[in-house]
């Protein structure tokens, strides 16, 4: 899929049961949840009878570490884990997740924040990204509302949130993210990073991250270039991840979707991890009483693919 700067927000209202089908071929059961009843706060994910992601909704943890919801574990049809949540050296990176590190001057990322002048700091600056109600719940689909709060309580942005996973192949599956964040009518939103505080090496991180998890070094590459530091701060129409779980599952991630103005924010030699960045090299603004839309697709791959993998899995993932 290709990147665009404002997508068409996903229609969050009731849709009807549509069947999903798996790479055996057989049906998920078409449960519904009641979207308003108290249900599960770490939902499942499936493609067809296979779980492939669990949601933690409501995290409990230190405001520190950037209380949001998150993906994890995300696997492989196979089983092989893809996400990592809350390593030693990053604790506040939580599986797949959307992040900022700074809203209109909140730290919505987690971890010390990046003050110009001075680097790295701790400031009791952290908010929380909170769910607020559900809209959807099928065993392939979540939809639910959000609010991105600063340490007050104060509401910086809504957020609507769809998530979606489909068959792909019999050892793939595709995990679809869109989301419309919006702003008070009163004020723009500002969307910074640490680099567009003055951190320089293209560390502007902050928007749809996803920690992988890797024994060793994972290998990274887009339609034309090789490594992190090709892929970091590219505007590639994809950026693939492949590496080794610590149980010796191989996989491919391959990422696509960046808005106008997005870039891809990439890591391999320090930790695994991937994002959709915001605002790589300059702020971002939601302005006031006005939406950012972004719709992303990972697909998720047992299998070290190569190049010609990669875009032969793209081709056989259903349009979005």
């Not at 068409?8 to 089908?21: D, I, N, S, V, Y």
């Not at 990053?90 to 971890?111: E, F, R």
């Not at 509302?145 to 942005?157: A, C, M, P, S």
Request: hydrophobic letters at 40%; a negative charge.
């Amino acid at each position: 899929m290709t990147g665009h700067p404002h997508p068409t927000p996903a229609q969050l209202g009731p849709e009807p049961a549509r069947p999903g089908a798996d790479p055996t071929g057989s049906a998920p059961p078409q449960v519904r949840f009641d979207p308003d009843g108290p249900g599960d706060d770490e939902p499942r994910l499936h493609v067809g009878d296979v779980e492939v992601a669990r949601y933690v909704v409501r995290p409990d943890l230190d405001p520190k570490h950037g209380p949001r919801p998150y993906l994890h574990p995300v696997r492989t049809l196979a089983g092989t884990p893809v996400t990592d949540a809350l390593p030693a050296d990053h604790v506040w990176h939580l599986g797949a997740s959307l992040a900022v590190q700074d809203v209109a001057g909140t730290n919505l990322w987690g971890g010390r924040t990046y003050v110009r002048d001075t680097g790295y700091t701790w400031r009791d600056d952290h908010g929380v990204i909170a769910h607020t109600r559900w809209r959807e719940r099928t065993p392939d689909r979540l939809a639910h509302v959000l609010q991105w709060r600063d340490r007050d309580g104060g509401v910086l942005l809504t957020e609507h949130r769809r998530l979606a996973a489909t068959p792909v192949a019999p050892d793939a599956w595709a995990l679809d993210v869109d989301y419309t964040l919006t702003a008070p009518t009163d004020r723009d939103v500002h969307l910074g990073s640490p680099a567009t505080n003055g951190r320089p090496d293209g560390a502007g991180y902050g928007g749809f991250f996803w920690r992988a998890v890797a024994d060793g070094e994972p290998v990274t590459f887009t339609a034309d270039a090789d490594g992190e530091q090709a892929a970091n701060g590219s505007a590639a129409r994809w950026v693939a991840l492949t590496g080794v779980a610590p149980d010796g599952g191989a996989y491919t991630l391959v990422f696509t979707g960046l808005g106008l103005g997005d870039r891809w924010f990439v890591r391999t030699a320090m930790y695994p991890g991937v994002c959709v960045a915001f605002a790589f090299d300059r702020p971002a603004v939601v302005p006031a009483g006005g939406r950012r839309a972004g719709r992303h697709r990972v697909l998720v791959a047992d299998g070290v693919r190569d190049r010609a993998g990669v875009v032969a899995l793209l081709a056989a993932a259903e349009p979005v």
